[in-house]
Every structure is written in C-alpha cells, then in structure tokens.
C-alpha cells in the first residue's frame, strides 16, 4: 500500500515536471494558433490585407464581429508570448540542462504559411520556434496600433515620453511630435540603461517658471492635441503597468510561500512528514528547537503544578475540619496521585505543542526561502516594469503639493525614526524571532534599535539635504515649520 502511494506520487511529481518543461512550447503554439486564425481571416474575408473597415465590403456589425475576434486573437498572443519569455527565462534559471536536453532534432508535420498543405520536415525545436516566432511577429507588425496596452508598449516610448516631461519642466522647451515613437512591442528597449529619475538632476531656474513657459508653447503649438492624446496614452498604460507589476510582486511571493507551507510542506506529503519526524514526541531531545522554549514550557508545566498543589492545599484544610487524620492522609495520597498523572499529561500535553512550534519554524524557513526566491526571480525578469515603476514614483511623489509632501516625511520618520518606535521595534523582532524559531536575544534586540533606526534617520536627512532641498526647497520649509 505504501508503495503504490509513493508510486502514484512519483507518477504524478513526473508529469507535473513534464508539464512545467513543455510550458514554453505550449504557450508559444498557442499563440501561433491565435496568429494562424487572423491569417485565415484576413485571407477569407479581407482578400489577404490587414483587418480594417476600408479593406472590404463587410457591413458594420460584420466587421465589429471580425474585429472582436481580431482583439481577442491579439490578447491570446500578447499574453502566451509573455508565457513564453517567462516561462523561458525561469527554465533556464530552474532547468538549464533539461531545457538543453530538450533541444533534439525531431520529425514533425508542419502547416506551410498560408495554405493547408502539411510538409513532413526534420526541424530542430529552435528552428521551429524562430519560424513561428517571425511570423507572429509579422502579424504584429500589422497591428502595431493596437498593441498599444500592457504588453505591448515598449519600455524605449516610456522612457522616451519621460525624459521629455523631465526636459521641458527643466528648460521650457516644446517637445517634437511624438506621433514616430516607437509602439512595436518587439523593439528594444535602447533608453533604458540611461534611464535617469527626476532627483538626479536639477534645473537652475524654479520648475514652476518653467512649467509654465511649457504649457503655454505647448498650447500654441498646432500639434498640441495629438501630443497631449499620445502622452495621456502613455501615462495610462504607465500607470497600469506599474500598478500590475506591484499587485505581482506582493501576489507572487505570498502565493508561493502559502502554497509551500499549506500544500507542499503538509504531513500528507514526504518532505512535510520528514520534517515533522525530526520533532516527534519518540525523540524528546529534538522537541524544542531552542532553549528558550524548554525554559518557556518548564515555566509552563511549573506553573500547572502549582495551581494543582494550591488547590489540593485548600482541600486538605477542609477534609481536617470534616475526616479523621487517618481519613486525610488517605485522600492526601490519593490526590497525590492524582496530581501525578496530571502532570504527566500535562507534560505530554506541552511537549507535543512545542513539537509543532518547531516543526512550524522549520517549515517557515523552507516556505519563506521560496517566496524570496520567487520575488527575486519576478524583479531579474521585470526589468523594463522596475523602470517604469521607478517613474511612477517620482512623478506621484514630486506632484504631491508641498504640505502633503511634509506629511508623508513627517509619517514615516515619526513611524520607523520617532520617539515611541522603540517599542514597534521590539515587538517586531519578538515576532520575526518567534517565526523562525530563533531564541529572543535582549541584548541584539537593543542593539539593532539602537542603530538601525539611526542609519534611517540619517538616509531621511540626507535625502531631505540632497534632493528635496534643491527640487522642492518650499516644501523642506513646510516640513521644517510642521516638525517645529
């Protein structure tokens, strides 16, 4: 019996591997199918030219029918190519020799381009996938238009658009027609490595001035409008990239560490069962993990007995008054041992609870390691989002009026920095302590709130010296007015 469970298992473990490794092949044909199905349309309907309202004699609702479908097409390949990159670059970080192993040459049956032939070929699976992944990107390219969202916007016109606003609020000069930037979701992201925050620089003459010198050539100039719908475009898909990409990084890692700790590490399964073995009750030695919690459970089981001997002390007195002293001796005793097997379930009692407090901590470790790795994982592959995120900040941070700016300064550095954040402090490492299973050191705790909370002090003045007193000098002076 035992073994066909872990025969079942072992099935199971294998096809779930089998399954991750052919991720990146499954989304890629995936969206292949999706570019397959406009190619037919396009071919049926439109007479091979791109899916448009000039391009046929279709009615208006049947071409709002097609063009649903043309969408719908495009977000199944946006979305499998991201499948695809990810999947890949996790592969290769997780599985780099099965991912080299899998690289064989193979007979296939392929569909030629445009027709229904099938041409049996012997293809390598890079070869395969580079013919599939230029032809999806040849119908891309024909809807450049409509990639314009999430996926699609490339971080080079982010940039672009950003280093702009950052130039005209510095030098009041009116920005080119924005009308050529790129949207092909393929380009490179070429700006990105000289991407530069609004703190790094700052302009000679007040940003307000130059503000306002921007905004009126801006509206004098007759091509203000498709500059001002190109940017709102921009910002939107801006913003919702940077809001999907922090729902990602909190969503990821939780979702990780909570499926390791409730699915994988479960004494249902083998890695949970070993480490609940490790702190059983058969090995009384491996029972607590640290000395603080043998000191705790003797403290406990110390104070069970001296509740049961008061109690037992108050009986005695009132048997004297009612039994002879042969009659209270004898229900002494009796008692006595009563208190005894009391005890010793009591002591099972605490020794099994703190048996699960340690096999708790190991388990943490294990699921809290994972979701590191998780997060770090999703920032290595989310380079393009990190800058985008980055802009974000600076422009929600840099736009907040001057007492709103003081506010936040003043929240935080009261919240981490201020006088009763001593004790948010200790209560903080108490917990962290008690999570991993680590004994509470009164003397590291005191020394990391003497210290830790300085360094952040210090980073805060510094900022405030460095940066804001020079993009925002109003608002060190509110700050400083609201301090005082």
């Known amino acids: 019996m035992r073994t066909s469970?872990?025969?079942?298992?072992?099935?199971?473990?294998?096809?779930?591997?089998?399954?991750?490794?052919?991720?990146?092949?499954?989304?890629?044909?995936l969206a292949y199918d999706a570019a397959l199905n406009i190619k037919a349309i396009e071919d049926e309907h439109f007479g091979g030219k791109k899916i448009a309202r000039d391009a046929g004699t279709l009615s208006a609702s049947a071409f709002a029918y097609f063009e649903a479908d043309l969408r719908r097409h495009l977000?199944?390949?946006?979305?499998?190519?991201?499948?695809?990159?990810?999947?890949?670059?996790?592969?290769?970080?997780?599985?780099?020799?099965?991912?080299?192993?899998?690289?064989?040459?193979?007979?296939?049956?392929?569909?030629?381009?445009?027709?229904?032939?099938?041409?049996?070929?012997?293809?390598?699976?890079?070869?395969?996938a580079l013919e599939k992944l230029k032809f999806i990107d040849?119908?891309?390219?024909?809807?450049?238009?409509?990639?314009?969202?999430?996926?699609?916007?490339?971080?080079?016109?982010?940039?672009?658009?950003?280093?702009?606003?950052?130039r005209l609020s510095k030098t009041g000069q009116t920005p080119p027609d924005k009308k050529n930037a790129p949207a092909n979701p393929n380009t490179s992201a070429?700006?990105?490595?000289?991407?530069?925050?609004?703190?790094?620089?700052?302009?000679?003459?007040p940003r307000s001035i130059l503000t306002t010198l921007s905004r009126l050539k801006r509206d004098l100039d007759p091509n203000s409008e498709t500059e001002v719908v190109q940017t709102y475009r921009v910002s939107k898909v801006r913003t919702l990239i940077s809001v999907?990409?922090?729902?990602?990084?909190?969503?990821?890692?939780?979702?990780?560490?909570?499926?390791?700790?409730?699915?994988?590490?479960?004494?249902?399964?083998?890695?949970?069962?070993?480490?609940?073995?490790?702190?059983?009750?058969?090995?009384?030695?491996?029972?607590?993990?640290?000395?603080?919690?043998?000191?705790?459970?003797?403290?406990?089981?110390?104070?069970?007995?001296?509740?049961?001997?008061?109690?037992?002390?108050?009986?005695?007195?009132?048997?004297?008054?009612?039994?002879?002293?042969?009659?209270?001796?004898?229900?002494?005793?009796?008692?006595?041992?009563?208190v005894e097997a009391?005890?010793?379930?009591?002591?099972?009692?605490?020794a099994a609870n703190f048996s699960v407090q340690s096999t708790d901590a190991i388990k943490n470790w294990v699921a809290d390691i994972a979701a590191a790795i998780a997060f770090a994982l999703v920032l290595t592959n989310s380079k393009r989002e990190v800058e985008v995120?980055?802009?974000?900040?600076?422009?929600?941070?840099?736009?907040?009026?001057?007492?709103?700016?003081?506010?936040?300064?003043?929240?935080?550095?009261?919240?981490f920095v201020g006088f009763h954040s001593p004790h948010g402090w200790e209560v903080l490492l108490d917990n962290v302590a008690r999570h991993f299973g680590l004994p509470t050191s009164r003397d590291f705790s005191f020394l990391f709130i003497a210290t830790f909370p300085v360094i952040l002090d210090t980073i805060f003045k510094y900022w405030i010296f460095r940066y804001l007193n020079r993009v925002s000098p109003s608002a060190v002076a509110t700050y400083r007015e609201m301090n005082e």
């Not at 290769?92 to 030629?112: D, M, Q």
């Open 342 to 350: 009391q005890l010793k379930e009591k002591a099972i009692e605490v």
């Open 138 to 166: 040849s119908i891309l390219a024909r809807y450049a238009e409509q990639n314009l969202t999430l996926e699609a916007v490339s971080t080079s016109m982010i940039s672009q658009s950003y280093e702009e606003e950052k």
């Open 75 to 128: 977000r199944t390949i946006r979305m499998r190519l991201t499948e695809f990159r990810r999947s890949r670059s996790t592969l290769n970080v997780t599985n780099p020799n099965k991912v080299a192993a899998g690289r064989s040459v193979r007979t296939i049956e392929t569909t030629a381009i445009g027709s229904d032939r099938f041409v049996p070929t012997v293809r390598d699976q890079p070869a395969i």
């Open 244 to 338: 999907r990409f922090i729902l990602t990084l909190i969503l990821v890692p939780l979702l990780v560490q909570q499926g390791v700790r409730n699915l994988v590490l479960t004494n249902s399964l083998p890695p949970g069962q070993w480490i609940s073995q490790q702190f059983s009750l058969e090995t009384p030695e491996r029972v607590f993990l640290n000395s603080e919690m043998t000191e705790e459970a003797l403290h406990e089981l110390q104070r069970f007995e001296e509740r049961l001997r008061f109690e037992n002390l108050i009986k005695e007195t009132l048997d004297q008054r009612e039994f002879s002293p042969a009659e209270v001796e004898e229900r002494a005793i009796q008692r006595s041992e009563v």
């Open 389 to 415: 995120v980055k802009s974000v900040i600076d422009e929600v941070a840099y736009g907040l009026s001057d007492s709103a700016k003081a506010f936040v300064i003043i929240l935080f550095t009261d919240v």
């Open 190 to 205: 070429t700006g990105s490595e000289d991407f530069e925050s609004i703190t790094d620089k700052t302009g000679l003459l």
């Open 5 to 29: 469970i872990f025969a079942a298992l072992k099935g199971s473990l294998r096809r779930a591997e089998q399954w991750y490794l052919q991720t990146p092949d499954r989304a890629l044909d």
